[in-house]
């Protein structure tokens, strides 16, 4: 695996990649990796022939009360799981490589943005759609894949995608879990053993609420009550939002008979943390 630093190296590895004819996948992270980041990996590994990662802790998509400083950092542990993977090429670059002294350009993916984490993180997909959207200049992959997880991150960045006219196919992976049914997360580092058994709160409000809509619940407002009861055995954990959503718009839904995304945020302990399903179309 071949490590760039600098999007030089990057666009010279990639140039000898395309020499061979060799269809390339990009992965984007921040590192700290784990099972969900390596499902992305071997995704883009079946439909690509060759795969380029890139771990980056991202500045501009931070608050400023956020936790860009504590994030953690794994760099060589996060190379030695790449490698073993079978991952091309690895980019990871410094901030100012991102984002040279002076840039001032930046995307904005109006009237969706400022739904979901949007609303509660303002600014948050300004830098997530900026700093993908480098990456998607800088790498040119046919297929970038991305993690279920993220709903709202996925919805901004399809529309991104739509918008600009970027030629590549954004791929949406399943959510990975833990046996317990916690969806696995770089942030899951900072919860103690009773934040995360606490934490498990958030798989069963998804649950239940999906046991409502499959026993024939369409109401919006009764499948949200029926979750926030839910929510309420564990009054250590805070919550940000719990929304039934269209999946492409992030709107609201007042009913789940054409379908819905499902999505919670709250916080554990330290730890904000998002989970979500799709409720398919009622029949």
Request: aromatic residues 6%.
């Amino acid at each position: 695996m071949r490590i760039a630093r600098t999007v030089a190296e990057v666009r010279a590895a990639l140039a000898e990649l395309r020499a061979q004819s060799r269809s390339v996948g990009l992965v984007p992270t921040m590192g700290a990796l784990h099972q969900g980041h390596l499902s992305l990996v071997r995704a883009a590994r079946a439909a690509c022939d060759a795969v380029v990662a890139t771990i980056f802790v991202n500045p501009t998509q931070f608050g400023p009360n956020e936790d860009f400083s504590k994030y953690p950092r794994t760099f060589q542990a996060d190379c030695a799981l790449l490698e073993a993977e079978g991952v091309d090429l690895l980019f990871a670059p410094e901030p100012a490589e991102m984002y040279p002294e002076g840039s001032g350009t930046v995307i904005e993916v109006e009237g969706i943005s400022d739904r979901l984490d949007g609303q509660s993180r303002p600014g948050h997909f300004r830098g997530v759609a900026t700093v993908v959207a480098k990456l998607f200049n800088i790498v040119a992959p046919i297929k970038a894949f991305f993690g279920q997880k993220d709903a709202a991150q996925v919805a901004i960045l399809r529309r991104m995608v739509r918008d600009l006219n970027f030629p590549l196919e954004i791929v949406v992976c399943p959510i990975v879990r833990d046996p317990d049914g916690l969806a696995l997360s770089s942030r899951n580092r900072y919860l103690s053993p009773e934040d995360r058994q606490s934490a498990l709160v958030l798989h069963r409000t998804l649950h239940r609420i999906e046991a409502r809509a499959a026993a024939g619940e369409v109401d919006s407002s009764a499948l949200l009550d029926a979750g926030l009861a839910v929510l309420a055995e564990e009054p250590d954990v805070r919550l940000d939002y719990l929304r039934v959503v269209d999946p492409d718009t992030l709107e609201d839904r007042a009913d789940v008979r054409q379908g819905a995304l499902v999505a919670v945020a709250a916080w554990v302990g330290p730890a904000r943390l998002i989970d979500n399903l799709l409720l398919p179309p009622h029949p």
